[in-house]
């Protein structure tokens, strides 16, 4: 049943200490009664700190408090998927560490053992014996994790946040201390009342600083650059960051040049191939035709595109690129921000996001560049998958040679060791609302 915690690897020492200094934190494992979001997109450390903070607490042994935990796992099949094996892993956790919990639960042990023929448990049984044993008026403080919700199988997930929010009513009518915290992407989680929600991608820079600049020891101004890069490329994305750290180190041992060692910064990891597919699967049929529109849209920008310009698009319905408005958006509802947010989202599996400037200024930005060149590298799965082409008709905006355009990154890559710009800043593609927090980036990097 924890199969997956096991799988995933510890956390690098001295990262994830992050997290308990914040006030939705705090807030959450302060009160009685409360709901914690950890929220993120694909690959940016959510169940490396939900297990840091996990184990965090059971070896504080708080006295008189239980803590379970459950992390879904799809690809592993029904015994790490499925809503049953969440209540009955949670179920075992909270017997195991509570003597009076388990005196309560052995009468319906006893009236299940009388009347069956086959020792199964439903999920029904299953349900409503955690929500009875975690609500209980004499039952120990509780903290309840659960990792990767957007994983449970059979859209279980809507539900299960309505399980969770249930279970606080019922706590905070019988007095009991009961705290959740789960984690999941944006999409398909959707939760509109939570007070506490923790944006991990917004947080987890020196993280991300620290494990490259440990882990990524390659020697010289080479290795450097190379350090650099991975920290000014990693738009929160510490899976990427991992699986590029691990290629560009094995490069390395494999004794090839710096120019060849760089390319794999700009390369698709396999394993982040296989989620990418899986998450253009899972978008729901009916928005198949959307979702090329959108990604095409999005393809055709040489910069950051405003949501607002494709509000307009979906609204006049002049774009022939994008589906028109009568066709997804009724006309007679006014298209908030939030509500376009989500239309994003929904279409783009998440791998779109929406960024907010300090103008309040809302952008369309893929969520890594990895995606976009994924989209290209792998043209023919993705249009298999969605059921057509997100580059078809892209020549006439892009030009004749759009190929090169989208390979941009890619051509970076591949300056020689001797040509005395294959340092300079300018030849890296930066985040300048995030590299302030990186402490002394570019300070050492030669300029000539």
Not at 174 to 188: D, T, V
Request: proline share 3%.
């Amino acid at each position: 049943m924890d199969s997956r915690e096991w799988k995933i690897e510890p956390a690098l020492d001295g990262t994830c200490k992050w997290l308990s200094m914040l006030d939705e934190y705090r807030t959450w494992k302060g009160s009685q009664q409360s709901l914690l979001w950890i929220q993120g997109k694909v690959g940016v450390g959510k169940s490396t700190l939900l297990k840091r903070t996990l184990l965090d607490l059971k070896a504080a042994k708080l006295q008189g408090s239980v803590v379970a935990g459950f992390f879904f796992d799809r690809y592993r099949g029904q015994a790490t998927s499925s809503a049953l094996s969440l209540y009955r892993s949670l179920l075992h956790q909270l017997l195991s560490q509570s003597h009076f919990l388990l005196m309560k639960f052995l009468p319906r042990f006893r009236a299940k053992y009388n009347r069956s023929t086959t020792w199964k448990w439903e999920f029904q049984e299953l349900r409503d014996a955690f929500l009875a044993m975690a609500t209980h008026a004499r039952s120990p403080r509780i903290y309840i994790f659960v990792d990767a919700l957007d994983e449970c199988d059979n859209q279980y997930t809507q539900q299960a946040i309505r399980d969770f929010e249930q279970a606080l009513e019922f706590a905070a009518q019988s007095g009991n201390s009961l705290k959740i915290c789960f984690s999941s992407r944006q999409y398909p989680t959707y939760l509109s009342n939570c007070s506490l929600i923790i944006q991990v991608e917004n947080n987890n820079a020196p993280d991300i600083e620290k494990y490259t600049m440990e882990k990524l020891q390659i020697p010289s101004q080479a290795g450097k650059y190379l350090r650099n890069t991975v920290i000014a490329r990693a738009s929160g994305m510490f899976w990427w960051v991992v699986l590029v750290i691990e290629a560009l180190v094995q490069s390395h041992a494999d004794g090839n040049c710096i120019t060849r060692i760089k390319c794999v910064i700009y390369e698709v990891p396999s394993q982040i191939e296989s989620e990418l597919i899986q998450i253009f699967q899972e978008i729901h049929l009916k928005y198949r035709t959307e979702t090329v529109r959108l990604m095409r849209y999005v393809l055709r920008g040489e910069q950051d595109l405003f949501v607002s310009e494709l509000k307009d698009a979906l609204a006049s319905g002049n774009d022939t690129s994008l589906i028109s408005c009568q066709q997804c958006i009724k006309p007679e509802h006014p298209v908030t921000e939030e509500q376009m947010e989500r239309w994003i989202r929904s279409r783009s599996g998440g791998l779109i996001e929406v960024k907010w400037s300090f103008y309040m200024n809302a952008t369309l930005r893929f969520i890594h560049p990895v995606v976009k060149t994924f989209l290209q590298d792998s043209r023919a799965r993705v249009s298999e998958c969605l059921g057509g082409d997100v580059f078809k008709g892209l020549s006439q905006t892009l030009g004749e040679n759009n190929v090169g355009l989208l390979n941009a990154d890619k051509a970076r890559s591949t300056l020689s060791l001797s040509d005395p710009h294959y340092m300079r800043k300018d030849t890296i593609e930066v985040d300048e609302d995030r590299v302030g927090t990186y402490s002394g980036l570019y300070k050492d990097l030669p300029t000539q």
